[in-house]
């Protein structure tokens, strides 16, 4: 078994750097003027023709990433969210610039098993929202694009939320000090008492708590839970094994996602390897085919992980942006997050394409 040093999962919670943090949480969610002229930028491009696809290299594909679709065009903070609307303009585009492949397929393509097609694309959603059988498949199917959903089996048919959203559901329902003391952690508490706007205040305790050890994570969110119970809404419901065979059953991929979507690099190796045993078991029970693919929860992974993950499926996809080619390692394969305006995601595919281009080797005369 890869040694890891353990030191790094136990860092003592007296020494968090709040201001780091806080910097991160701010950068997720402000924008300044320079984003929101990019953003004119990317609209103007692509409306003017200019974020058509570019043809991919030979051996080369995408892989996209999404969680959710939800009804709204808003999120809780009043902030731009993907909805079925702008999904469909998604799946437009897609379909018209793009080959799109099971992910399983692109990635037989990219191990020289099969033939890869020219522009080749796969979809994926993680974590298995009830809204990828309700909202997303009616939309892929009318577009004909096929797509692999990655289920984390511990919440499939229960009410629990994923914590990062329930967090954000607590922090928008109640008084931000209210919900820093339910938490009863000296970090979560020193933020709360830094004056900032519930929105910032809720990321940065979302970033602290991503980088606790997994167990430490859940006792915190356990008390917060116990204080302020919120019943899950329907945009984060998650799917049930009757609708997991449904999806299958419409030419959806099923790929595991972890049994409990813990941060495996928070984990013990020997933890690690239970969660991917047990996911990839309740999978091969549950639908009663083995699951070959594997998504990192929050893309997060390291030498160690990556190896047990070797051992119990073919490929596994990151969070970390870029095009897929023969020469990507089939365990850590790239993926584009895909942003909510259609014109951001041409420009996001784009950019990428640019980025690869100007790496790619010049091939000999
Ligand atoms: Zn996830």
């Known amino acids: 078994m890869p040694i890891r040093n353990q030191v790094a999962l136990e860092r003592p919670r007296n020494q968090v750097d709040l201001e780091r943090l806080v910097l991160r949480a701010r950068s997720g969610i402000e924008r300044r003027w320079t984003s929101w002229l990019a953003r004119g930028v990317k609209t103007l491009s692509y409306y003017g023709g200019f974020s058509a696809s570019r043809p991919l290299g030979e051996g080369e594909a995408v892989i996209l990433f999404y969680h959710k679709v939800q009804r709204r065009p808003v999120g809780v903070w009043g902030e731009p969210v993907l909805d079925v609307r702008e999904f469909e303009r998604h799946a437009l585009f897609l379909a018209r610039e793009y080959q799109p492949v099971l992910l399983s397929e692109l990635v037989a393509g990219l191990a020289g098993r099969a033939r890869l097609p020219r522009r080749a694309l796969a979809l994926t959603f993680d974590d298995g929202y009830r809204n990828n059988l309700y ?194 390692g089939l365990l850590e394969l790239p993926r584009i997050g895909a942003p909510v305006p259609v014109s951001e995601l041409a420009f996001e595919l784009t950019w990428n394409y640019l980025r690869t281009e100007v790496a790619r080797p010049v091939p000999a005369p």
């Open 135 to 328: 909202l997303v498949a009616p939309i892929l199917a009318r577009h004909g694009i096929p797509a692999t959903v990655f289920v984390t089996t511990g919440l499939v048919g229960t009410d629990r939320w994923m914590w990062a959203y329930e967090l954000e559901e607590l922090f928008s329902r109640n008084p931000p000090d209210q919900v820093c003391r339910a938490s009863g952690d000296p970090a979560i508490l020193r933020l709360g008492s830094l004056g900032l706007r519930p929105r910032v205040l809720m990321m940065a305790c979302v970033e602290y708590l991503k980088e606790l050890p997994h167990a430490s994570m859940l006792g915190i969110v356990e008390r917060m839970r116990a204080s302020l119970p919120v019943p899950v809404n329907d945009e984060n419901r998650f799917l049930s094994w009757e609708e997991v065979r449904e999806l299958s059953r419409q030419g959806f991929e099923i790929g595991a996602h972890t049994e409990n979507h813990p941060i495996l690099t928070r984990l013990p190796l020997a933890e690690v390897e239970r969660e991917l045993r047990a996911c990839r078991d309740t999978l091969e029970e549950k639908l009663g085919v083995r699951p070959t693919l594997f998504s990192y929860p929050n893309g997060a992974t390291d030498p160690g992980v990556t190896e047990l993950v070797g051992r119990y499926f073919e490929a596994a996809v990151t969070t970390q942006s870029g095009i897929c080619s023969r020469a990507s």
